[in-house]
């Protein structure tokens, strides 16, 4: 995305992950919200916020899709 090869990504990462925060300060981003409830199916999945602020130019809470990690 940085050298814009891609115009999108998704990432699974904690919140914070360095790649991100690097490309937000370089880069106008948009974090795109997740406002679904994940299926009670899948045990694995939670509806998450991301902080505002968490990225540069990022600044209210973003509902995400979270994987919990058991480890």
Do not use: F, H, W
Not at 27 to 42: K, M
Not at 54 to 69: L, S
Request: net charge positive; glycine share 4%.
């Amino acid at each position: 995305m940085k050298n814009r090869q891609l115009n999108a990504t998704l990432q699974s990462a904690g919140l914070g992950v360095a790649s991100l925060k690097d490309l937000s300060t370089s880069t106008e981003i948009t974090v795109v919200s997740c406002r679904r409830r994940p299926s009670t199916r899948s045990a694995r999945l939670r509806l998450v916020m991301i902080p505002a602020n968490t990225y540069t130019g990022q600044d209210k809470d973003v509902p995400t899709a979270a994987v919990i990690n058991y480890l």
